[in-house]
């Protein structure tokens, strides 16, 4: 009752009768509160006679309890003002989710259900990317990739309205429309002819994300010497079978990764193409979106055609990106030829090669090649870092991309217990994993870690968030031992 403690010239009496009609108006207050008592199934605890803020417990409060749980009867303000929120309505609010249609951020009323409940915790694993296709002239059309929730109404729609159509396609219009559909939300200032300009002129890819206030430190894909562009981070799939390719690369396309990585030798070419494929299928990537890469081994000139032919079939595509030879051998010139002949052809786009390691190897490839190799692909790692080969490299515009960049098999926990790196995980709140592959980027190379597990390969593509500094990267290029543990 502190509130009444500096009134000591009044009576007990009117101190009683104050008391009293204290109680009275927390008695009013209740009963105007939406769901007085008996309130029903739903209601808060705000709703069925609780007339006190809620705060973070005081004495007497048990385990999870509140004051307005124990009996506290005055607020310790002077003038009564809004009362704050139910505990159910207290909750810090889910971030924005964006709309961009290609480059271009759009304004959007979302409503509020289960659809668009189901498409924010969609974008919150990654963007989601759309591919739009026009459709009647009145509206874009796309795949959303699985169904989600949807509770459909006749509806007329109008330009700018955002709809959900069979549980698994998002429709927006710029024009109008009569059907079965669950609204999602509606364009804000945007008129007719501003949405026909931007969506009655061909396909568009739609974009969703949430709209977290953090800086984006995404790196930009390396330009090839072949003019090409390659994302900085992928998926390795050595030792996946075909079963587990096909779902390590569609679980991969899902979450934003773009590049993926295979071998004739490691057998699953097959798998990485139905992965491929079914990402296609759903809507998920269109195939020039996609930076395939893959090896082919020594051998000959006669025999590499048919090699690489073989690989175009199995991976179910008409172009590889990306061929390298995948380490040195017999007739490296032959084979080296014949990738070059792929490319004039039309069925490679730049070639490369694997496991070369010093300036006088690659000057063996230099010495022969018509077409500069774009890319070297090695083991590279914290404990080797060979940037001799990647300063030599640079004057000829080759890209070197790290296979084992956390140390491969093995050797994996070495690296991430390593006291550095585990110093930077815990600065910026992210894994052992992320920070090395951080590092990589920022170093120039290019990283394909390896996984089958959907959750690893989200959490190695969620490195855009944050920035080593100088002075971190360099205590990390310090690690460096120069020690290989393949000798490949």
């Known amino acids: 009752m502190d509130r009444f403690t500096g009134m000591q010239a009044c009576s007990r009496m009117k101190g009683l009768a104050l008391l009293l009609a204290a109680i009275m108006l927390l008695l009013c207050a209740c009963a105007a509160t939406p769901g007085g008592p008996g309130a029903g199934p739903g209601e808060t605890a705000a709703q069925i006679g609780s007339a006190v803020p809620e ?113 698994n396609q998002i429709v927006v219009f710029y024009g109008s429309n009569s059907w079965a559909y669950t609204r999602l939300g509606k364009i804000q200032g945007l008129d007719q002819e501003a949405l026909t300009g931007l969506l009655g002129n061909g396909a568009v890819t739609l974009t969703l994300s949430l709209g977290l206030e953090t800086e984006d430190y995404r790196i930009p894909d390396v330009v090839l010497n072949s003019g090409y562009t390659m994302p900085v981070i992928g998926l390795g799939t050595w030792t996946l079978n075909d079963e587990e390719a096909e779902s390590s690369v569609y679980h991969a396309l899902k979450c934003g990764v773009r590049l993926i990585d295979t071998a004739r030798y490691y057998g699953n070419e097959v798998g990485v193409g139905r992965g491929l494929q079914r990402a296609i299928d759903d809507g998920v990537v269109m195939r020039e979106e996609v930076f395939l890469t893959t090896k082919i081994y020594g051998g000959n000139y006669e025999r590499a055609g048919g090699i690489i032919d073989s690989a175009l079939s199995d991976l179910n595509v008409d172009y590889i990106d990306l061929l390298l030879i995948h380490q040195p051998g017999a007739d490296d010139e032959g084979v080296y030829r014949a990738m070059e002949e792929a490319v004039e052809a039309g069925k490679l786009r730049s070639i490369g090669i694997s496991n070369y390691y010093t300036p006088e190897a690659v000057d063996e490839v230099l010495a022969f090649a018509e077409i500069v190799p774009a890319v070297i692909q090695n083991e590279n790692h914290l404990y080797y870092q060979n940037a001799a080969l990647q300063e030599y490299v640079k004057e000829y515009g080759i890209v070197v991309e790290s296979w084992y960049p956390f140390g491969g098999r093995g050797h994996t926990q070495d690296h991430f217990n390593n006291e550095v790196i585990l110093e930077l995980a815990q600065k910026y709140g992210k894994s052992a994993a992320q920070i090395i592959l951080r590092w990589h980027i920022q170093a120039g190379y290019v990283a394909i870690p390896g996984s089958s597990d959907p959750d690893h390969i989200a959490e190695n593509y969620d490195i855009f968030d944050f920035c080593l500094t100088e002075e971190e990267m360099q205590r990390i290029y310090e690690l460096d031992r120069q020690e290989r543990y393949e000798n490949w």
């Not at 505990?87 to 889910?94: D, G, N």
């Not at 694993?125 to 006749?154: K, T, W």
């Open 55 to 167: 705060t973070d417990g005081g004495p007497g409060v048990g385990p999870g309890g509140t004051a307005a749980s124990t009996g506290s009867a005055v607020p310790e303000t002077e003038e009564a003002g809004p009362q704050p929120a139910s505990s159910t309505e207290a909750f810090t609010e889910e971030p924005d989710m964006k709309l961009r249609i290609n480059e271009t951020e759009i304004e959007v009323l979302w409503e509020e259900n289960e659809s668009v409940s189901a498409l924010r915790e969609l974008a919150k694993q990654a963007p989601l990317s759309i591919q739009m296709a026009p459709y009647g002239g009145f509206e874009q059309v796309g795949p959303i990739g699985q169904s989600i929730p949807r509770n459909d109404v006749q509806t007329v729609t109008e330009p700018g309205d955002l709809v959900l159509y069979s549980g």
